[in-house]
Structures are given as C-alpha cells and as structure tokens.
C-alpha cells in the first residue's frame, strides 16, 4: 500500500500570501496525484489531478507540481475561502486507492 | 447539474447490518467507476470501495473485505453499499464519489453518517 506523508500537518498564513503544501509518496506513483480541499461539513473537492492539472472552475491561484514521490500543492496568494484542510491522493497503485492525512491550512 | 445524495446512514449496534445508497441526477452512471469513501469523525479521507462500469469488477479496502459489498443498479442510477458485520470503528460519514477517468474524485455526495455503538 502506497502511504502518502503530508506535511506541515497545520499550516499558519495571513490572506495574500503564498502558500506551500508538501506531499510524500512511500513509492513512486509517476505524476498519478491529486489534490483535494475540504471545508467544515462539506465534502472534499477535487482541486489538481495528475500532479499538476487544475480540475474544472479551480482558480489559476491553485497550482501544482512534482513526479514519482515529491510533490507540492501552492496557492500564490491566499484568499480567505482558502482556508480548509487538503488532502493529497494516489491513483498509481491500486486497491486501495489511498490519501494523506490532511494539511489544516489556517489563518495566522 | 451532476449530483449525488446519500442515504441509508444511521446508528446501528456492533456487529449490526446497514444499507447505504447514492442516488444520482444530472448523468448516467453506466459509464463511470463509482467509489464510497469514509471519512471518521476529525479524521482523513478513507477510499472503502469501488466498483467498475458494468459492476463486473468490485474492489475493496483490507478492512472491509467480507464484511462490505459495493453494488448498482444503473436503471435506477444508484449505487450501495451493503455493510455487514459493523464495527465501532467503521463509524464515520460515508461519501459516494464518481470517479472522473483519468483525474481522480470528480464529483462527491454531502455524505451519510454510520454511527456504529451499543
């Protein structure tokens, strides 16, 4: 089972500026990663697939990079309904598909 | 508009049986690979099962092997999951996804609550 570590787990910031999440993989799953914002009592949307794809209607500010087991998700200047919990998720081994254990992205 | 809303979610004794289902509007799920995936109380995200166009094909995370079963029924355009055996700690809001090909979880449900306690 692939096993995504995730880090920081919280991350402090004020509006405007940038933002850098970090995902990483026990193996390599090539650039099959996605990345997912979750808000307080809302289900998880999907923001980035394949490592650096922007999904349908997610803003330019949302951008994201890496292959094989790094990756970062970066928000270029932090607008307050960014504030949520995001998850990274594998797609390259599978069953299970699996996630990481969530960055609470919070303000400062 | 693409959407999808469970049901079925309740608190049931260890050891108890529950249904969920996950009806979906706005598209056809003949075409898709639909998942459930759990989420525990102040927890992450779990993927619990999945099953493929068809329904051919169904696979299931370790900790629900036996126990769970993932079907549909693409005349009603619904998904369920049949949950045996519950445990405590299968408590958590189970959410339907479609899986978007070649992206990831497109397109969620609000989510069901199993509450699994004596």
């Known amino acids: 089972e692939v096993v995504l570590t995730q880090s920081p787990a919280t991350l402090s910031l004020s509006p405007g500026e940038r933002a850098t999440l970090s995902c990483r993989a026990s193996?390599?799953?090539?650039?099959?990663l996605a990345w997912y914002q979750q808000k307080p009592g809302q289900a998880p949307r999907l923001l980035i697939y394949?490592?650096?794809n922007r999904a349908t209607d997610i803003p330019a500010r949302f951008s994201g990079s890496g292959s094989g087991t790094d990756f970062t998700l970066t928000i270029s200047s932090l607008e307050p309904e960014d504030f949520a919990i995001y998850y990274c998720?594998?797609?390259?081994?599978?069953?299970?598909?699996?996630f990481g254990q969530g960055t609470k992205l919070e303000i400062k | 508009e693409v959407q999808l809303v469970e049901s079925g979610g309740a608190l049931v004794q260890p050891g108890g049986s529950l249904r969920l289902s996950c009806a979906a509007s706005?598209?056809?799920?003949?075409?898709?690979?639909m998942s459930w995936v759990r989420q525990a109380p102040g927890k992450g995200l779990e993927w619990v099962a999945n099953?493929?166009?068809?329904?051919?094909?169904?696979f299931y995370v370790d900790s629900v092997k036996g126990r769970f079963t993932v079907s549909r029924d693409d005349a009603k355009n619904s998904l369920y999951l049949q949950m045996n055996s519950l445990r405590a700690e299968d408590t958590a809001v189970y959410y339907c996804?479609?899986?978007?090909?070649?992206?990831?979880?497109?397109?969620w449900g609000q989510g069901t609550l199993v509450t699994v306690s004596s």
């Open positions: 998720q594998q797609r390259s081994d599978w069953p299970p598909y699996t």
């Open positions: 193996q390599s799953v090539g650039n099959y």
């Open positions: 394949d490592a650096s």
């Open positions: 099953i493929q166009p068809g329904g051919s094909g169904t």
């Open positions: 996804s479609r899986e978007t090909t070649g992206e990831g979880f497109g397109f």
């Open positions: 706005g598209f056809s799920i003949n075409y898709y690979w």
